[in-house]
């Protein structure tokens, strides 16, 4: 394998301007098993050693950041690098705090003697489809709006997410438009309810609805949220692939999925590669044959995206050296790509 790839990272000042993405929020996405994770957090390191501040952020319910950083990692931001903060996210924790704050908020809104009723409700709404996502889309917007603030005084210069398998991020990051809509028809309710309530009363003024005031702001926020995320220059996704049929086709999936969210697509990056010595097998050479098939398959396909290439390494990634080695080959094939679409 080219030893070259064991070079230290380019210095500060090969990124941004390198052919990188360079959006404040930036999600790394892909089927499962693609490497999302290696590729995020040497993304990350790398970003870090070229001078940014940046938090790495796992929402794969499959967390493996600590392992690669040698580091215990939770639900708050602990440094494992220099200019490098990372996080994991626990969806199951997240799930059950959210609920606990749904049933603070109710507490605060409903008579004591349907608290009881309330809950049960509040219970039985958790086990249905979708409470996951929505407590971990909340965490991800306290993530963006409130702790990193990516991009703004004070905050991170990136936050990078290394995401569950697409499918399940492409229904994650969908939930702007399906949390806007329900909330602005509890919002319109809400506002009725309250004008009945100010005629019977006969004063004409609307009543305080702690309520009301509570899905308001959810609402700021939920909107927020939707425009960083539709914002093609504060937040972008690299998609993760190999060049293997079934990952090729999920990205073709997933890129008209993205985009129909109005989601912006920074580029695509190939993974595990075959060095060319390995054509001197007969066994290898046929596995290079096929990998050069459907490299070229990937090149049909997403011929306008920026391709980033990585090499499969001669060991697993195991460890600050190894994601030295794929942050180097990211910065090169960056380079590459950006020279040969200035010719």
């Known amino acids: 394998m080219d030893q070259s790839i064991n070079r230290p990272i380019e210095p500060a000042g090969a990124h941004p301007g390198a052919g990188l993405p360079t959006a404040p929020i930036l999600f790394f996405s892909g089927k499962g098993g693609v490497g999302k994770t290696t590729l995020a957090a040497a993304y990350a390191l790398g970003a870090a050693q070229a001078g940014r501040r940046v938090l790495l952020v796992s929402t794969d319910p499959a967390h493996n950041l600590g392992d690669v950083f040698a580091h215990s990692l939770g639900a708050t931001p602990q440094t494992v690098r220099p200019g490098l903060d990372a996080v994991e996210i626990d969806p199951d924790a997240e799930c059950a705090r959210y609920i606990g704050r749904v049933k603070e908020n109710i507490r605060a809104c409903v008579r004591s003697s349907l608290i009881g009723e309330a809950e049960r409700h509040i219970d039985m709404a958790a086990r249905a489809p979708g409470a996951y996502e929505a407590a971990l889309f909340d965490r991800i ?119 129909a969210y109005g989601l912006t697509v920074w580029g695509l990056a190939v993974n595990k590669l075959l060095p060319a010595e390995a054509a001197e097998s007969a066994f290898l050479a046929q596995r290079c044959a096929a990998e050069a098939r459907h490299l070229a398959t990937i090149d049909r396909l997403f011929a306008d995206r920026t391709r980033l290439r990585v090499p499969l390494l001669g060991s697993d990634v195991d460890s600050l050296a190894g994601l030295e080695a794929i942050a180097a080959t990211l910065w090169r094939s960056a380079a590459e790509s950006a020279t040969t679409a200035a010719c």
């Open 141 to 259: 917007v306290a993530i963006v709006l409130d702790e990193a603030r990516p991009g703004q005084p004070g905050g991170y210069d990136q936050v990078i997410f290394d995401t569950a398998p697409t499918g399940h991020t492409v229904r994650l990051l969908s939930l702007p438009e399906l949390m806007g809509a329900w909330v602005d028809g509890l919002l319109r309710y809400r506002s009725a309810h309250n004008r009945e309530r100010s005629q019977w009363l006969g004063g004409g003024e609307v009543p305080e609805d702690p309520l009301y005031d509570l899905l308001s702001e959810r609402r700021w926020r939920i909107a927020q949220m939707r425009d960083a995320l539709l914002d093609g220059r504060r937040c972008a996704f690299v998609l993760v692939l190999t060049a293997e049929h079934l990952p090729i086709q999920e990205t073709a999936r997933a890129l008209p999925d993205l985009e």
